[in-house]
C-alpha cells in the first residue's frame, strides 16, 4: 500500500510511503520478500529446518522463526554475543524467537566473525545436522529475487526510489527492478563503504547512489534527535518507523529535501521495509539511558 505524505515539500516536490511493514504482522517488509524463495528452496530441497544467524535484536531471526514455525520447519538462531545467554528473559526479540520455536546457540563476537567460513558452516553441521542455510539480514540470490517484487507498475511515476540500507538485498532488488528514468537511494544504517561491494554482487544496473552521513554514529546507535524525528513524524502522518534502518532513512530524505538536493516537482517513494519489532528492545535501553522513548510503542 502506497500512503502519501501530506506534509507541504518545497518546490512541489511529494513524498510517498510504501508501507511494506503492513504485508505480515510478524515477517514484515523485506523480511517477507527475503524468505519467501528460500522458504520454497528450502521445501524444494526438502529441508526440516532453516539456520540462521543475527544479533540480539535481529528482525531477521524474528521473521525466520515466525516464517518457520508457520512453514512447519524447525529454526536454528546462531547469535551474535555469547554473554546474551543469561539475558534471553530481558531481549523480547529472542522471547519471541525462543517462543517460535527457534534454537537459539549463543557464540562469542570473535567466533561470529568467522560465521561465513566452510570451516564454521561444517562445525555447526557436525552440530546440528541437516539445515538449509540463510546468512545474516537474509541476503543472497533468492532474497534478491524477492525484493524484485516491492516495485510494482503502479511505481513507474516515481523519480526517486530511496531506502534503507543493512546487507545490501534489499536495495540490490530495488535497483534491478527499477525503470531507467529512476535513480535508487541507499541509506545505510551502519558506517562502512564495504556496502557498495555487496549491492554490486546481485545489482544490475548503475542507476543508484549510497547516502552515508545519515547512520547517526553506526549500526543500531542513535540520539535525542533521531527519537524526536520519530516520534514526531508518527504524530503527524501516523506512520511508525524504527530507529535502526526507516528512522533514519526518513530522517535522512527529508533533510536532503530540505537542503534542496532533489530537482522541483520530484517524486519521491521511500520503501518501509518494516523493523518495527526491534522498537520495544530499543525502548529498554533508551529506558535505562534515562533517554526519550518511541512513543508509537510506547
Known amino acids: 500500500m502506497n500512503q502519501q505524505i501530506t506534509t507541504s515539500f518545497p518546490l512541489g516536490i511529494t513524498v510517498t510511503v510504501k508501507r511494506e511493514d503492513l504485508i505480515h504482522p510478524y515477517v514484515s517488509g523485506n523480511k517477507f520478500r527475503k524468505l519467501k524463495y528460500n522458504l520454497l528452496q528450502a521445501e524444494k530441497e526438502n529441508k526440516g529446518c532453516l539456520l540462521t544467524f543475527g544479533g540480539a ?24 554475543g555469547d ?42 553441521q557436525a552440530k546440528w545436522g541437516d539445515f538449509y542455510l540463510i546468512p545474516e539480514g537474509g541476503t543472497n540470490a533468492l532474497a534478491v529475487e524477492g525484493c524484485q517484487e516491492i516495485l ?41 563503504a564495504f556496502l557498495q561491494d555487496e549491492i554490486c554482487i546481485f545489482a544490475k544496473k548503475n542507476n543508484w547512489e549510497l547516502i552515508e552521513e545519515y547512520h547517526f554514529g ?12 520519530i516520534n514526531q513524524f508518527f504524530k503527524e502522518n501516523n506512520i511508525p518507523l524504527d530507529p535502526i534502518y526507516t528512522g533514519k532513512l526518513f530522517f535522512g530524505v527529508i533533510e536532503r529535501i530540505q537542503n534542496n538536493y532533489f530537482p522541483p516537482e ?8 518494516g523493523g518495527l519489532q526491534g522498537i520495544q528492545g530499543m525502548n529498554n535501553t533508551l529506558k535505562n539511558k534515562q533517554l526519550p522513548l518511541i512513543e508509537s510503542h510506547v
Open 57 to 80: 535484536f535481529s528482525n531477521h531471526i524474528a521473521a525466520v522463526a515466525y516464517a518457520a514455525q508457520e512453514s512447519g520447519l524447525q529454526s536454528i538462531g546462531i547469535i551474535r
Open 218 to 229: 553506526g549500526y543500531a546507535k542513535v540520539n535525542e534527535a533521531l527519537i524526536h524525528f
Open 152 to 192: 510494482t507498475q503502479e511505481d513507474a511515476a516515481f523519480d526517486y526510489i530511496c531506502c534503507a540500507v543493512g546487507t545490501g538485498g534489499t536495495i540490490s532488488g530495488i535497483i534491478n527492478s527499477s525503470l531507467p528514468h529512476q535513480k535508487v537511494l541507499g541509506f545505510p544504517a551502519l558506517k562502512g
Open 266 to 273: 520530484s517524486k519521491i517513494l521511500l520503501i518501509h521495509t
Open 83 to 124: 554473554e546474551l545467554r543469561d539475558k534471553i528473559a530481558q531481549n523480547p526479540t529472542l522471547v519471541f524467537a525462543q517462543a517460535c520455536g527457534m534454537q537459539l546457540e549463543f557464540v562469542s563476537r570473535e567466533a561470529y566473525r568467522n560465521k561465513n567460513s566452510a570451516e564454521f558452516i561444517a562445525q555447526l
